[in-house]
């Protein structure tokens, strides 16, 4: 399923602009995250898209069809899962009847209701905990209902706002090992949001940095990281006069008998390592480094 | 339809897994008459209603029957907060659900929650105190009804319109307090002082009740039960008209 979104805006009140002109294409197969921080407009983008809100301008269009005209989507919606940032579950209904009752509303039948409720409660490793009433569950437990509930439905398209706030690290990665299972068998296209950027460095295709509503990158995480990092220079030289020589020409600082040049630019590269042998230059310790996706992002944002 | 239908077995689902909740639902209208018979019982003698003459407690059991309808349309009613708060709404909103589902399934349970609690009030009013007989509840099952679907659509309209739990339990509040008095609730339309005489023309509940009333005490319809059921067919078209606006911005 691919996702064509057209210059939405929403505003809530008379100045609260969630979301401007944004325009945005998923692909069919893709992996995508939207990250930004809170009130970028993640939320209100994946409503928008599902048809929850109706955006004051613009459209979204999933496989053709205008998700903000109710009838129209209304057979699409029931091939897409979708799981909020919050818990949500019918607290005093079991495990089993969540996720039926969630199939029987998108319209399948018995046999395969029951068929999907007990694979997905299987592959989510729910299924001993089918008969219990959520209310007992732990959160993590829960937190694992909510999500094996958008998968049941085999969707074409999975929609995941924040899917892992909350789950501990091992849980997490279960969670994704389970995701990509499901994601490599049935090539599902997966919308997501997180603040997690080591699992969006890992997990996504690519990257939509929201902030105040607005687009501010679009592309694969590795292709963000290195446009935005520089290597790091760590050097360990017993010599001071070549220390001193180093930091008056590529700056630096000096810490614990090591220095370290942050953002060293590609092209500086060549010129220290032809300083630090044209000097004599013992060198100890060379080690670099390139930046992470978060360290990008808060460079970026701040 | 087949989506109603789900909506309303979720509904019950959730209901009879509340142990607490069944309990309520079945203990309160039978203490409810109960001490309502119990304390008024001999309180107030007989009054003239109609052309008839009728005690005190006949001529208020339609009443407290209305009053019932009145508190839990108003509480099953509120639950649509707890849905929209509870991020259910969203995800029933995600599924192949339309706003005019939900709000048809709501104004169902509504009513047949209302209802089940009207008729155990009624059937324990004639097993446990023996003055009404079937006849009398058959004639007021209609009017029940209709009051049960109107209230409903009454306080899923302001629902809709209010948007927020704090302005809908406070317009509730007020405007449930001028209703009750405004009506023929504790006395006969003619007794009613003025300005309150006044405002029962414009109060729905008045048909309400006098429907009911007439219905349940002389086994037979008025022109009330029509004016009752125009107003029912406006309540509900302003309620799912309201909602449906509500539901496009959760």
Redesign the interface.
Known sequence: MHIRVISITKTYGASVRAVESLSFFINSGESVALIGPNGAGKTTTIHIILGLLKPDEGEVYIDGVNMTDEKESSEIRSRIGFAPQNIALDFFLTVEDNIELYLKLNGLSRAKRRERTKRILELMGLYEYRNRRVETLSGGLARRVHIARALALDPELIILDEPTVGLDPVSRRLFWEALKGYIKESGATLLWSSHYLEEIERNADRVILLNRGRKLMDAPPGEIVSKFSRPVLELEIPNEEVLKSLTSRFGGNYVNGRLIIDDVDWDDLPKVIASLSKLGAEVRLLRWGSKSLEEVYLEVMS | M??VI??I??EF??MF??KLLMLLMIAQPVILIFLFVLSMGNVVGEITYRGITVSYVEFMVPSVVILTLIFVTMMVSQSVFNEKF???L??????????RDYIVSKLITNTFISLTQAMLMLTSYLLIIGRTNIISIVYALPPIIIASLTLSGIYLSLLGYLKTISAFSSAVNILTLIMIYSAPLFYPLEAMPFPLNFASNVNPLTYIVESTRISYLLKSFDVSIWVSSIICIIFILLSIHTMKNML???
């Open positions: 087949s989506i789900t909506l077995e979720r689902k959730i897994r509340s509870s991020n259910m969203i995800i029933l909103l995600s599924t192949r659900m339309t706003a496009k911005e959760v």
